[in-house]
């Protein structure tokens, strides 16, 4: 006997079976009338009445489980899943069925079959049969059961190879219609290719290794600029169930291309070492080194050998910049640079050589606009989507083609790329997303089935846990190689293209108008040009470039990020706080302010103080000291005079420049700092200088008061010399009463020195050590006082 989980009930009567299968007869009786009556008179998959269709509506069916996904012929299928009573009455006799519709004879009738929701007994199938029938108690409403269902395959009487439609019905009754009826009914496929096709499609799968934003542009002023995150939200996405984390580990085990943005790999190195993490108006230190590590580890190992498509450092937003970037000159330059560091990081930090020949514009959506772009960096070739550049053919051609001037567009197919875009959370949604995409992977492959052909799928950029998860389930589950076959990305781009796939590049005016909405602005643009001007006239004056130019440089990247689409605000944050850090460190070279001045004199030397505040020096600038009256004021006998500028880290520079005044009177002047190539450095400083020459009448009146104090000056010498000796006079002829005979004296009883002229006595020398000397303070580095006077 079959097996059949048990649903807590018991099997259905002989006498319930004959009454469902009465049922189908009546159901079924229009739809043989209309065959018998000929061709056109009623549909064989006529869609059911309103009413009919809201009643199949009444209990909610989910399908969470389907296993084997793709079944060989001695497999037992095991459906499980949930049934919820949305009615206002509860449903009595109920019954689950399994029933495998008519083979789909087309990827089209996979979309529609998705796509229908209520009941219809010619395309929904027949049950299985009695023996696999689940009976269920009593379903309340708002009350949900779990349900499975175990049937061999050999059951499902599947003919030919291809894909079929498998769904599981509720069918009961409520106390409004005391009769046998279906409520509720989810369809899902069943791909049966139970042996391997001499020819399989060739499906490549790209696996995108992308994220948002998370560095700043701010750096530690330490020897290893210490970087500093706008938060710890990376750290999440890095461990082992975050997102990233489990695109690693889940990737490791699929045949598919990585596609990186360099960008990643370079934040998350930087976070394996020291870095700090915003707070507020501060910083603390980041503590999340260890995952950083071991999710940089496990990438690498995950890589070892594969095929990486590395991406523009930052994955910049190719559309945005063709379509409003362009209008800003400058804007391509950043495409290259971002293009030219892409190979260097990704090889520097996970050892494997990366391809840069790729361009993926969002969604895969392109114009002429858009491929002259993305070209213009180096890449020649451009991941475009089958839903951008379309076909009009019945079936669907290899994804490589040329499209002119020496590039491959790589079309991936759009149904198989959104696949898994919706919410993946629930079992039921990943369940039937799974389904889904086997049964087009098959679809696909026999549509021609002698004419084997390379398909592309590129899913969204930065797929949550839950899709990566589904994506994985049906990437393994075409492992046995049945009816694909993998193929990396630069094999699938030097395919022979199709003859007949179309290489017609899309008219700009066909670019889809919700992606043209979530472009960058053309200010934005404007501002990053804005950055890159300040950032380009700071950088020649700086004597340890790099440590201003990579940090930067790499922010104004990120400023063109595709992660910004839809979120204008945060983006529009980001620019404003790259440009206010670039603008506080430029300020850190400044002249310090002068206030009045006066100038006593026809000639004096006036200083001027450059402080450099950086933790590195600078040169290359050259400061330019105006008078706004070369008349009055003269520097070097001119209105303008300049002086070179090298000032060492945390140092300042005072710089003297001669000044001659010719009338007295105010005069403005206007210091300025000046790159060397001509440009403007920082605000101007202004300052006045009060001229106030010295007239010959003020002359001869200081010189009298001079004289004055030199004769005063010789007076008291004069009078203390003579007093001196009028007291040696006195002492000698004390001496002499004393004793008549005492030695020393003249003969006519003077002293020795009597009778030598006064200006043989040696007076003391002025010159000698010990007289007072000029004091010479040390000049002071702040900004001047007012009323300061200028060295003569």
Not at 23 to 36: E, K, R
């Amino acid at each position: 006997m079959a097996e059949a989980a048990d649903f807590q009930g018991m099997a259905p009567s002989p006498a319930r079976r004959w009454l469902l299968r009465t049922a189908s007869l009546i159901a079924g009786a229009p739809l043989v009338a209309g065959l018998l009556g000929g061709p056109g008179v009623v549909q064989a998959h006529a869609a059911p009445s309103a009413a009919a269709a809201a009643v199949s509506r009444t209990v909610d069916v989910a399908i969470n489980t389907l296993t084997p996904i793709a079944p060989g012929n001695d497999d037992t299928l095991t459906i499980s899943g949930t049934v919820l009573n949305k009615g206002k009455q509860t449903v009595t006799e109920a019954e689950l069925d399994l029933r495998v519709g008519p083979q789909l004879t087309g990827r089209t009738d996979i979309d529609r079959a998705s796509d229908r929701t209520g009941y219809n007994s010619g395309a929904d199938g027949s049950p299985v049969g009695d023996d696999f029938t689940v009976s269920l108690p009593r379903l309340v409403s708002g009350i949900s059961r779990d349900f499975s269902i175990s049937v061999p395959v050999s059951e499902l009487d599947l003919g030919d190879d291809g894909v079929y439609q498998l769904a599981v019905s509720l069918s009961g009754q409520t106390p409004d219609e005391r009769f046998d009826q279906v409520l509720g009914i989810e369809r899902t496929f069943l791909p049966w290719q139970p042996g391997a096709r001499d020819k399989k499609t060739q499906l490549t799968y790209l696996w995108p290794l992308i994220s948002s934003t998370h560095l700043t542009s701010e750096t530690g002023s330490d020897e290893q600029q210490t970087p500093v995150f706008a938060d710890e939200s990376l750290a999440k996405e890095l461990a082992p169930y975050g997102r990233l984390g489990q695109l690693v580990s889940l990737g490791r085990e699929l045949p598919v291309t990585w596609v990186i943005d360099p960008d990643l790999l370079a934040t998350v190195d930087a976070m394996t070492r020291n870095y700090r993490v915003k707070s507020g108006t501060g910083t603390v230190a980041g503590r999340n080194q260890a995952v950083a590590k071991q999710w940089l580890t496990s990438v690498e190992t995950a890589v070892k050998g594969r095929k990486v498509v590395a991406l523009p450092f930052a994955d910049p937003d190719l559309a945005s910049l063709a379509h409003r970037g362009r209008k800003v000159s400058g804007s391509l330059s950043h495409l290259q640079q971002a293009t030219q560091v892409a190979a260097t990081t990704v090889e520097t930090i996970i050892h494997e050589k990366p391809s840069t020949d790729f361009a993926w514009p969002v969604d895969g959506a392109i114009d002429s606009s858009i491929v002259d772009v993305a070209t213009s960096a180096g890449a020649d070739k451009v991941i475009a989507r089958s839903d951008s550049l379309r076909d009009d053919l019945d079936y669907t051609p290899t994804a490589a083609r040329p499209i002119g001037g020496g590039t491959t567009a790589v079309v991936a197919d759009a149904r198989l790329s959104k696949a898994f875009q919706g919410d993946m959370l629930s079992a039921n949604s990943a369940t039937l997303a799974v389904q889904k995409f086997l049964a087009q992977t098959l679809a696909l492959t026999l549509q021609e089935p002698e004419n084997q052909r390379s398909i592309v799928v590129a899913p969204q950029r930065m797929p949550t846990v839950a899709q990566a998860q589904s994506m994985a389930r049906a990437l393994k589950a075409l492992d046995a190689q049945r009816w694909t076959e993998p193929l990396d990305l630069i094999a699938a781009a030097g395919v022979e293209p199709d003859a007949d796939a179309t290489t017609q590049i899309p008219a700009s005016s066909r670019y889809p108008d919700h992606l043209r909405k979530r472009e960058l602005p053309v200010q934005a643009f404007q501002s990053i040009r804005t950055t890159q001007n300040a950032l380009d006239n700071f950088r020649v004056i700086l004597t340890a470039r790099d440590r201003v130019e990579t940090p930067f440089g790499r922010a104004i990247d990120r400023e063109m990020s595709t992660s910004w689409r839809g979120r204008p605000t945060a983006a529009k944050l980001y620019r404003d706080s790259v440009r206010r850090n670039l603008q506080g460190l430029t300020e850190e070279v400044r002249l310090i302010e002068k206030s009045q001045i006066t100038l006593s004199g026809r000639s004096a030397t006036i200083p001027v103080t450059v402080q450099n505040r950086l933790v590195q020096g600078v040169d290359n600038l050259v400061l330019r000291l105006s008078s706004d009256n070369p008349a009055r004021l003269s520097l070097d006998d001119k209105r303008i005079a300049e002086r070179p500028i090298e000032v060492r880290g945390g140092h300042s520079q005072s710089v003297k420049f001669d000044a001659l005044s010719n009338v007295n009177g105010r005069v403005q002047m206007t210091a300025q700092l000046y790159t060397e190539d001509g440009k403007a450095y920082g605000p101007k400083m202004q300052f006045t200088v009060k001229v106030s020459e010295i007239t010959p009448t003020v002359m001869l009146v200081i010189a009298g008061g001079v004289l004055l104090l030199v004769l005063a000056g010789i007076r008291m010498y004069t009078q203390r010399k003579r007093a001196a000796r009028d007291q040696a006079a006195t002492d000698a002829t004390g001496a002499t009463n004393g004793d008549d005979t005492g030695a020393g004296a003249d003969e006519d009883g003077s002293p020795a020195a009597k009778g030598r002229p006064e200006s043989d006595i040696e007076s003391p020398d002025p010159g000698q050590a010990g007289d007072p000397t000029p004091d010479t303070g040390p000049e002071s580095g702040k900004p001047s006082g007012p009323g300061e006077k200028v060295d003569r």
